[in-house]
């Protein structure tokens, strides 16, 4: 886009310039630019603030830490009926 922009010459521009002038008048040409420079604005706010959070959450938040138990009781897996084979799935013959 930047290439584009620089590819124009000065009559291109002041063309360019006089149809936006006739479409939109004398009037309105300050009241669009107006409206252009708010929402650039906002953006930048916005933006602004998005780093700022990210930045913030960065440096407050601690790192996610795993614990390991100590008691060996806690690490032992469980005697499960059905995955030692003594459960009954019903009346045998």
Do not use: Y
């Not at 930047?2 to 300050?30: E, H, R, T, W, Y």
């Amino acid at each position: 886009m930047v290439n584009a922009f620089a590819m124009l010459g000065s009559q291109d521009l002041m063309i360019i310039a006089v149809i936006v002038l006739v479409l939109f008048g004398g009037k309105k040409i300050p009241e669009l630019l107006r409206g252009v420079g708010k929402g650039v604005g906002e953006l930048q706010k916005g933006l602004d603030e998005g780093k700022r959070q990210l930045t913030s959450s960065i440096h407050e938040d601690p790192p996610m830490t795993t614990t390991v138990p100590t008691n060996p009781a806690q690490t032992a897996p469980q005697d499960h009926p059905v995955a030692s084979g003594t459960a009954h799935s019903g009346p045998t013959s």
